[in-house]
């Protein structure tokens, strides 16, 4: 991930025409999980850090990426009964809209694709797997231009996880876990 920021900014350097936004936020996100299995599966939120950089298109439409791990626990049934940690890499894309570009505060609206990578970190899910998934995901957000290179900005974002737990390549389960993300921070433009 270095690597690529560090080309974007030798990129966005060449290119004096270019609108690039480098950003980090802090996220809290809560997860609404569905199982196949009788007792039900529950994930709990997590906290964590998000990078992003984006360019911008034309004067209303930018492109988007974003990267974070999260750490979610996992557990089974009514009781709560932990099976364990699972790492969850989101890799997101999007086609962002800012209808009203060029003020103090710009909202924004995304659109685009969610890729997850999972892995066990503890518990007896340590020795299952979860495949990793492709989905759909949406943001709202709003930008506070503190200047022309630095920015505030409040988001929400939602992605639909459809997955599963695995022995082996056999299937146990279908997890579908619908995820809302909550989200603070700062960019700088370049």
């Known amino acids: 991930m270095p ?15 270019g609108s690039w936004t480098l950003g ?5 996100d809560g997860v609404e999980s569905e199982s196949s299995q009788a007792d039900g599966i529950e994930a709990f939120s997590a906290v964590y850090v998000r990078a992003s950089v984006s360019r911008a298109l034309s004067r209303t439409f930018a492109a988007g990426l974003s990267i974070a791990n999260a ?9 709560e009964i932990p099976m364990g940690s699972v790492e969850f890499l989101p890799v997101t894309a999007m086609l962002l809209y800012r209808p009203l570009p060029g003020r103090g505060f710009e909202p924004r609206i995304g659109a685009g694709a969610c890729a997850v990578v999972f892995w066990e970190k503890s518990g007896s899910l340590d020795s299952l797997d979860l495949p990793a998934c492709v989905s759909p995901a949406i943001e ?8 022309q290179r630095l920015l505030l900005g409040l988001g929400a974002r939602w992605t639909w ?3 599963g737990i695995e022995n082996g390549g056999e299937r ?6 619908d995820v809302m ?6 960019g700088t433009r370049l």
Do not use: K, Q, Y
């Open 181 to 186: 993300e909550l989200s603070l921070g700062g």
């Open 172 to 177: 146990l389960t279908d997890l579908s876990m």
């Open 71 to 79: 750490s979610h626990e996992f557990a089974l049934g009514e009781d």
């Open 140 to 147: 709202l957000g709003l930008d506070w231009n503190l200047s």
């Open 24 to 28: 980090m936020d802090l996220c809290i």
């Open 161 to 163: 996880l459809d997955t």
């Open 3 to 17: 690597l690529v920021i560090l080309a974007l900014l030798a990129s966005a350097r060449c290119d004096p025409g």
